[in-house]
């Protein structure tokens, strides 16, 4: 509602590169005020104001081009949070709520609870590859967090996708509880674990495929010499019919409100837009626009653990079959 007026954190109209895009259009409209009301005739401000309507088109042209990317990224944003982190968030939970029925004891937690584990670090290790934090020092973090043992440090600090491999793991952990016997009909069963691996280590493959695929420069360059052209085209028009309207016999100040109005509204929104689709392109990382990454590792972290107490904490009539 209106309330979205007053709601000023985290928006554009606290970000200081918008300050600075703002001040340099009034910056180009100042000079050219000062040069027509020195220098020319107030009247050719007056016949440029009546031809205002002329760049209508370029406008609605401009307009059209910029939704059209907007609307493109903030697709692929909601790509990103439902079909790849969704997809290996809803993964997780099959997984273990599979074998929370297939093995409901609390002598299973152990094994249960490492695969858990497993599957955090595999979301987790998501961020560091694309933020390209994937030192040994960068991964101890995990260690001293207790997502990963040492021996898994070693045996991961050298691959390539490490997220990825992660499955590897867990795929082998799902086949020896198997061969144990805690998997009911693992003929049928371990296939069905096994998919379920597939479709996390997919949901990341999809993930790296956005994260590392940027934006068509030559696009998004176009996309931005539009926008400038079109914001200095307007804020040279607005100098010029400003100085011979303000330096003329009669003087309008809702006339020149608008004028003002103008320089200012339209290069703001336009430079908005472009910089807050580049910022949605790649929602995995700590900007105010991204995903909550800890957050969803703690929602993640809390339904599995549901699942796990569930099948624990079942009454014996339900664990039997019974109504």
Known sequence: GFSALFHLAGTRFTDPFMLKVLLTYWGVAAIFLVIVGFQLDHKIGIELSSKAHLQSFGSIRDDVTMSSFVSTLVGRWWSVRCDCVGGLWGAVDDLILTLSVHMPGEEHR???????????????????????????????????????????????????????????????????????????????????????????????????????????????????????????????????????????????????????????????????????????????????FDLPGHAYHIFMRNEVMAFIRAGELAPANLKEGRP
């Open 110 to 288: 152990p094994a249960k609870e490492t695969i858990m584990r497993l599957c955090l670090l595999s979301y987790r290790l998501c961020y560091n590859q694309i933020a390209g934090k994937e030192t040994v020092t960068d991964l101890q973090e995990h260690v001293t967090a207790g997502l990963m043992t040492k021996d898994e440090l070693d045996g991961i600090k050298d691959l390539d996708s490490k997220p990825q491999a992660i499955w590897v793991w867990i795929g082998m952990m799902v086949h020896g509880l198997a061969d144990k016997g805690h998997i009911k009909y693992k003929e049928v069963s371990v296939p069905q674990l096994d998919a379920l691996c597939a479709k996390g280590r997919g949901a990341i493959g999809a993930l790296f495929t956005y994260t590392d695929t940027q934006i068509p420069f030559p696009y998004v360059h176009l996309l931005t010499l539009m926008v400038i052209v079109t914001n200095l085209v307007i804020a040279i028009k607005g100098g010029i019919v400003l100085g011979s309207h303000m330096f003329a016999t009669s003087f309008d100040s809702v006339f020149v409100l608008t004028e003002l109005c103008h320089i200012t509204v339209i290069p703001f929104f336009y430079h908005s837009f472009v910089k807050l689709g580049c910022e949605l392109s790649n929602p995995i990382g700590t900007d105010f």
